[in-house]
């Protein structure tokens, strides 16, 4: 964005607090990945359930979200809100006169973000109580965060008390290695 915002930086005039998130910083010791079982180094940690996940897992955790949402209702039950299917998608004009719906404009547009900016874009629809959208962003920034420190900001909110069952480690642990 390259607008030298930060915490609570300045965005198109209007100040927005998007980094009030609790974060926890990954671990350099080791731990064992409550998901996988292996030696997790470094280790990330799952807020929700007091415990350590690898990278490898995180990764396969992000992948899942952005291709099966729907397969992870019963760990992240906001990821079944559904949109009013009486309420069509609205459509919007490109700059080259054609028309498409506002959601694949949108994808185009996030296509440039950085990972550090779609962390914040997370925040933003926290925010805005967009809540399926910030837990499917949190699934793009795990597929492609380049440190372990990008990836525990995604951990952290898909790991809230708020947003994640507490019942969730099991399923999850299913859905991740399927048998
Ligand atoms: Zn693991």
Known sequence: MGCGGGVGGTYRGTTLRVNR???TRPSPETATCLLCGAEA????HLPRFSGASCEAC??????????APSLL?????LLA?????????PRVQRADGSVVELRQLTEELKRDLTVEERVKLVGIYGEIGLVREQLEEC?????????????QR????????ELCSPLGLDPLRAHLFPS
């Not at 180094?41 to 990330?44: A, I, N, V």
């Not at 809100?81 to 998608?89: N, R, S, V």
């Not at 699934?139 to 990836?151: M, T």
């Open 139 to 151: 699934g793009r920034v795990l597929v492609d965060a380049p440190s372990a420190a990008l990836a």
């Open 21 to 23: 998130m609790e974060t």
């Open 73 to 77: 209702t019963d760990i992240w039950p």
């Open 58 to 67: 995180a990764r396969r955790l992000g992948r899942l979200l952005v291709k």
């Open 81 to 89: 809100e559904e949109e009013d299917p009486l309420e069509p998608e």
């Open 154 to 161: 995604a951990l952290d909110v898909l790991f809230s008390q």
């Open 41 to 44: 180094s470094p280790s990330l």
